[in-house]
């Protein structure tokens, strides 16, 4: 799809299109129970295994049926979660964990301390802050079964911070599955079942209310405190085209519409019963993830190529034609923290520099080699900017190859480190929330480990010595100089090329309230629906 099409399908929605599209999902649909939550979420999950994946819809997933042991609140600070008291010994080396009272799976037993620190090894082997963290660990050991341990060989301020990175505790026979294999069971403890009777595989995910759930008593905020559910049933639906899904919010046959395409807000805008509503401040960065093992790309200037290619306000037309939600973005660290910088931004031109990225492509020694860009089809963003892409490098002499699938098909193709020719990949385009970039501890794809590096597998042992610092550093002042330092190599190695910001608004009936808004998870708990 080209910007040309969108922009004639624009002004066809333009026309009145809010009246004429069809209620496409069920004429015969029963009226919804209210306290039943129908959504059109990111997808529906192929793997369900958090620590398998970082898929958006799998995050969701897990944020619903387990629980963690910490949690960000709305200012982004840890707060215990499943945890009831901790402490930490007077050398600040040895952390003290107790659960607190009421935690039990889904399957009717008791979380215990075993199940914690099983599923605290499982996820240091594979998420960035916890491999940082084991680094430092001497031992994680159970005391009794409401209490466990972390002794450490030095202190780690931060180790409350990264226990709240996406870590789900889960029964400690799953956790005990190695960390390259998927867990399937879908048990946890946290305030929603999932329904796997109702389950249907690439089409919907039906979870039902935890009535054994105990909430914390604290008022909800952010993704700590209370996680009341307030309805029975919340219902995932996979409607593919989006005016259908446009369609099924404005006949109140989903009630919310987490990512709709730019050219169908104006549609929403007008409907009295729905709200347009960006959930954070500076939204999603869209960034292309470079191979880092396979030709052409293993060459570095081939990577750098990527930065003066990319023409950042073609790609933010394409997320929107609205510029209040759309905007360039040049640092490392994104544009909305205290990490963001200009160092070695000098490659950013407006409209791009295609000459300078045919000379690096030269230099490079570039010999026509294929490269293979992974476009999701079943996400409209990922797949009209992988197209601009392609165009682009097309423009300048480059073989390049769009490999069409499902996201799911992209999620299990990018885990490949083999050559092209043989089911791997050089470029897939992604999107990760503003906030995340200033977390280079615990966001996966902000380290270069080499082999232990997210996709791509970059290799930087300057960059990676220079991210272990920031654990140590508490004054804003040193951390804004090692992001400088960070940032430098960051943009010479080039890993991943930025495309631009967008707040990616969501889309509710009115009738739908009590929705937390922060970044990379969208709760399920506290909605309430009239």
């Not at 910007?3 to 066809?12: C, D, E, M, Q, V």
């Not at 480059?398 to 791997?424: H, M, Q, Y």
């Amino acid at each position: 799809m080209t910007i040309s099409r969108r922009n004639l399908f624009r002004a066809g929605i333009a026309a009145g299109a809010a009246l004429s599209i069809p209620s496409v999902l069920r004429a015969q649909t029963v009226p919804v129970d209210a306290r039943t939550v129908r959504m059109m979420n990111w997808g529906v999950p192929s793997v369900f295994d958090p620590v398998i994946t970082t898929s958006q819809d799998t995050t969701d997933h897990a944020a619903a049926i387990y629980d963690t042991l910490f949690a960000l609140d709305s200012k982004f600070v840890p707060q215990p979660q499943m945890v009831g008291k901790w402490g930490v010994s007077d050398d600040k080396k040895t952390y003290t964990f107790e659960l607190r009272d009421g935690l039990g799976w889904h399957d009717g037993t008791p979380v215990t301390a075993a199940d914690c620190v099983a599923s605290i090894r499982r996820w240091a082997q594979i998420r960035p802050g916890g491999q940082f963290m084991m680094a430092r660990v001497q031992d994680i050991s159970k005391k009794d079964d409401k209490t466990f341990a972390i002794a450490l060989k030095e202190p780690l301020g931060l180790l409350p911070s990264l226990l709240a990175d996406i870590l789900y505790i889960m029964r400690e026979k799953n956790a005990d599955t190695p960390a390259t294999e998927a867990v399937t069971t879908n048990i946890g403890s946290g305030p929603f079942k999932f329904n796997e009777s109702l389950f249907r595989p690439g089409a919907s995910l039906t979870y039902d209310r935890n009535e054994q759930y105990v909430p914390r008593p604290e008022p909800a905020d952010g993704l700590a405190g209370g996680k009341i559910v307030k309805v029975n049933r919340v219902i995932l639906e996979n409607i593919r085209d989006a005016q259908t899904a446009v369609a099924a919010l404005q006949a109140g046959e989903i009630d919310l519409y987490t990512q709709p395409p730019a050219d169908l807000f104006s549609v929403i805008e007008s409907d009295p019963n729905l709200v347009l509503l960006p959930l954070y401040k500076h939204g999603h960065d869209f960034f292309l993830r470079i191979n880092c093992l396979q030709k052409p790309f293993d060459n570095v200037k081939a990577r750098q190529a990527m930065l003066h290619l990319v023409d950042q306000e073609a790609f933010l037309q394409v997320l929107s034609s609205d510029p209040k939600y759309t905007n360039t973005v040049t640092s490392w660290f994104g544009s909305g923290n205290l990490a963001t910088n200009d160092e070695n931004t000098g490659w950013f031109k407006k409209g791009g520099d295609p000459e300078k990225a045919k000379q690096l492509f030269n230099e490079a020694g570039y010999a026509g080699e294929k490269v293979v860009i992974l476009q999701p089809t079943d996400w409209a963003d990922g797949s009209n900017t992988s197209q601009i892409l392609a165009g682009a490098l097309r423009k300048i002499g480059i073989n390049v190859e769009l490999a069409a699938s499902d996201w799911a098909g992209v999620s299990a193709r990018r885990s490949k480190k083999e050559a092209v020719e043989e089911g791997g990949w050089s470029i897939f385009i992604t999107s990760d929330t503003d906030f995340s970039r200033s977390q280079p501890m615990t966001v996966a794809h902000l380290s270069m480990n080499g082999e232990k590096a997210w996709y791509g597998w970059p290799q930087s042992e300057e960059y990676e010595a220079l991210r272990a610092k920031w654990a140590d550093l508490d004054a804003v002042d040193e951390r804004k100089a090692l992001a400088r330092k960070m940032q430098a190599i960051a943009w010479d190695y080039v890993s991943e090329v930025l495309l631009g910001q967008f707040t990616a608004p969501i889309a509710h009936r009115k009738i739908l309230t009590g929705i937390i808004g922060m970044p990379d998870i969208l709760p399920l708990w506290n909605m309430e629906k009239a």
